[in-house]
């Protein structure tokens, strides 16, 4: 009797032992991806977490062969807007909890080595033989949801369901197909052939799986791809096939291929690994493929003369480029010198206006002499206004700085005779004034605005400060005076000033590399004008 209850204790001991080791672990957890984490059995092995895809950035894939029950929590940072957040459980692919909102009440606080979160147990969920998916997403941001699976099932060997290989036809396009191929398919092609195309079964995790071919003479790798196409093609279940395109020209030769189809998983990265290498090829599908290139075969003659064909083609089709690019060219210099000459004609009619509004300005500056009985100003006046006219009248569209500011000298000595004012005209010392030149009577109409609008009214009180400098590689002409100012932005009547930008418009239009900019800035303590020469010097 007494041994007869030693060994019923003895049972019940060992009993308790295994369901023991048999029990979730809750004091070891791992990454379950995204928000999640994972405790399993105490006795699980082989336990592959939080893998990551490339063609599928928001899932990440738990695969635990091994493994009865896990339990998952979902954790939060202490800053963030845990009610947003709602997340949803399938089994296998069967929604048993939609749009579960989170209670911050519900959440307890987890002290890890280098922060502090807030947890929430999702609940312990059996795994053996099932898929559980857990979906999250917040409600600010509904589209970006990351998806955690749980997979208890054993992965399944990859089947190709089909081999197709396209060619062209008189009307298009056809296809040859192989049926649920065998392990050594032969596969014949041919120049009218283009590609090839591996149609796989359908799986629950598709995005798992990535396929190579290798040349198995040489052992390298010619083709790999980790995505899936969709489209086409559906099985009996009405639910598209996945399959991979690949272009002839990858086989350079005939011989054997290999088509490798397996999990893109690092067998070597998990908690207490048992996968032997015999265990880890089960989960491949291996596929050999004997590739015969037919080749056509030309005689000597036929290749002298499909080689003479090719030659005078390329020679014709030289030809014709040639003739049509002279042609283009020879169009464009006739539009550009055309523009150019139009652009000269606009230039000389707004030199033929500027020539006698000068001469009317000054002329009515004489009579106003004459009639305040000034004879000896008029006379000073009358003598350099023959010289400055026979510059101005001088059909010369560019002149050099030194002569335009004899031009500017004469004008201003003019101007001063009638109005009392001060002027200066100061120059870089590494502007070499007689080899630079310039459009002609470039600055004689805004300094002629100047002296009408802005200094007539403060006679011997005006000045104007006209200077010639240089930077870097630009020509900077600035006029400056110290009249009462004007509306920059506002649309004035002056005739000088309005052909003159007329004529810096044009001017840009044949200089085309070397514009010129205008620049006025204005206010009570008077007006500055800045022509800059890009690139003049």
Same mark, same amino acid.
């Given at each position: ?42 006795? =699980? ?23 009865? &029950? ?10 963030? #807007? ?6 949803? /459980?399938? /089994? ?66 990859? /089947? ?12 298009? /396009? ?6 649920? #191929? ?25 995005? @798992? +799986? ?6 198995? $003479? ?68 291996? +596929?050999?493929? &004997?590739?015969?290139?037919? $080749? ?15 030659? @005078? ?21 006739? $539009? ?6 139009? =652009? ?57 700085? &030194? $002569? ?34 310039? #459009? ?18 403060? =006679? ?8 010639? @400098? ?6 900077? @002409? ?60």
């Amino acid at each position: 009797m007494k041994r007869s209850l030693l060994t019923i204790l003895s049972l019940l001991t060992m009993l308790i032992a295994v369901n023991a080791q048999r029990g979730i672990n809750y004091n070891h957890s791992y990454a379950g991806g995204g928000r999640l984490l994972m405790r399993v059995d105490s006795a =699980a092995k082989n336990v592959y977490y939080a893998l990551m895809f490339p063609n599928q950035p928001k899932t990440a894939l738990n695969y635990l062969p091994e493994v009865d &029950s896990i339990n998952l929590q979902i954790y939060f940072k202490l800053d963030e #807007p845990v009610e947003s957040y709602r997340y949803s /459980v399938l /089994v296998d692919n069967k929604p048993i909890l939609v749009n579960k909102s989170i209670e911050k009440g519900e959440l307890k606080t987890v002290n890890r080595p280098d922060e502090v979160l807030l947890a929430k147990t999702l609940g312990d969920f059996p795994v053996k033989d099932k898929i559980i998916s857990i979906l999250i997403y917040s409600v600010e941001n509904p589209e970006n949801i990351w998806k955690s699976v749980f997979y208890g099932k054993r992965i399944p060997k990859a /089947v190709i369901k089909a081999l197709s290989k396209r060619f062209a036809t008189y009307k298009g /396009v056809d296809y040859d197909r192989i049926l649920n #191929p065998e392990e050594n398919i032969k596969l014949s092609i041919t120049e009218k052939d283009e590609q090839l195309t591996i149609l796989k079964d359908v799986s629950e995790i598709d995005y @798992l +799986y990535y396929t190579t071919i290798k040349d198995k $003479q040489t052992g390298q790798i010619i083709f790999e791809s980790k995505l899936w196409e969709y489209g086409g093609t559906v099985d009996e279940n009405d639910k598209f096939m996945p399959y991979v395109r690949l272009d002839k020209s990858i086989f350079k030769k005939s011989g054997d291929y290999e088509i490798s189809i397996q999990p893109l998983i690092d067998w070597k990265k998990c908690f207490d690994c048992k996968m032997s290498a015999k265990d880890i090829e089960e989960y491949t599908a291996r +596929y050999t493929l &004997s590739i015969a290139l037919e $080749q056509v075969n030309y005689t000597k003659k036929e290749l002298l003369r499909y080689t003479l064909m090719a030659a @005078l083609l390329v020679g014709f089709a030289f030809f014709l480029l040639l003739y049509f690019n002279k042609k283009a060219n020879k169009k464009k210099l006739a $539009q550009k010198e055309q523009q150019e000459n139009i =652009a000269k004609l606009q230039l000389s009619s707004i030199r033929s206006q500027l020539n006698p509004h000068f001469l009317f300005n000054a002329l009515a500056g004489i009579q106003n002499l004459m009639n305040k009985n000034e004879v000896d100003h008029a006379n000073q006046y009358l003598a350099k206004f023959a010289r400055l006219t026979r510059t101005v009248l001088d059909d010369k569209e560019r002149i050099s700085l &030194s $002569q335009e500011e004899k031009l500017l000298h004469d004008y201003l000595q003019m101007e001063q005779l009638r109005f009392g004012f001060t002027y200066k005209i100061t120059h870089a010392e590494s502007l070499d004034l007689t080899n630079i030149e310039i #459009p002609s009577m470039l600055l004689q109409p805004f300094v002629e605005n100047a002296v009408k609008h802005a200094l007539a009214a403060k =006679a011997g009180a005006g000045k104007i400060l006209i200077s010639f @400098l240089q930077e870097g590689h630009d020509l900077l @002409l600035s006029i400056k005076d110290n009249g009462h100012g004007f509306d920059v932005a506002k649309q004035h009547t002056g005739l000088g000033l309005q052909l003159s930008r007329h004529r810096i418009a044009l001017l840009n239009s044949i200089y085309k590399e070397n514009h010129i900019t205008l620049g006025m800035v204005s206010n009570s303590d008077g007006t500055k004008i800045n022509i800059t020469l890009k690139d003049w010097l």
